[in-house]
């Protein structure tokens, strides 16, 4: 299974010194739109967002987690913004499971 992110250019740079595969994007719509082929990769397990981006299209990214169980979905902190995540949180939507 592949790590992925997708996020601004710059994080990308570092993710893919990091082993992780980088998909470089520019606004929250691009985001969304390099998305959706990532959720039909078999080679692709957990997808790391720049929360920059993602903060922006919460909504969008909640029913993408509600209809696909992978690959995971993982906010992670953008240049400017820091990822707020409560995984409790994430996995009981995904899962539709009180933890």
């Known amino acids: ?5 997708v996020g601004s250019a710059l994080l990308a740079d ?4 990091a082993g992780v595969e980088p998909i470089p994007v520019t606004s929250p719509e691009e985001m969304l739109s390099s998305l959706l082929p990532l959720l039909k990769r ?12 993602s903060s922006k299209v919460k909504d969008d990214l909640d029913k993408i987690r509600l209809k696909h169980a992978m690959p995971a979905l993982i906010e992670v902190p953008g240049r400017h913004l820091s990822a707020d995540v409560d995984l409790k949180s994430t996995i009981s939507k995904i899962m539709g499971v009180k933890m």
Do not use: S
Request: proline share 0%; no cysteine; net charge negative.
């Open 1 to 5: 299974m592949r790590i992925v992110f």
């Open 14 to 17: 570092g993710y893919r010194m």
């Open 42 to 53: 078999e080679d692709a397990g957990i997808i790391l967002l720049d929360y920059d981006f």
